[in-house]
């Protein structure tokens, strides 16, 4: 099922994020990780469900650069 982002909801999405367990910190700009995002998304119901994905994603504020020459 394709679902157009544009016209959901806020109240909507974020339920959407709250279902998948979607949970996301964020440190200061000079943090490394500058933030980190986890998910937990249901295959299933929870009495005889497949059982779930879990993922997490993090990144740093800003990408690694060289020394100047």
């Given at each position: 099922?394709?679902?157009?982002?544009?016209?959901?909801?806020?109240e909507?999405?974020?339920?959407?994020?709250?279902?998948?367990?979607?949970?996301?910190?964020?440190?200061?700009?000079?943090?490394?990780?500058?933030?980190a995002?986890?998910?937990?998304?249901?295959?299933?119901d929870?009495?005889?469900?497949?059982?779930?994905?879990?993922?997490?994603?993090?990144?740093?504020?800003?990408p690694?650069?060289?020394?100047?020459?």
């Amino acid at each position: 099922m394709a679902i157009n982002l544009a016209r959901l909801t806020y109240e909507l999405k974020r339920d959407i994020l709250r279902a998948m367990d979607v949970r996301v910190t964020l440190w200061p700009a000079d943090h490394a990780p500058r933030y980190a995002i986890e998910a937990s998304v249901p295959l299933g119901d929870e009495d005889g469900g497949a059982g779930c994905i879990v993922t997490s994603s993090t990144r740093s504020s800003t990408p690694s650069r060289s020394a100047p020459r």
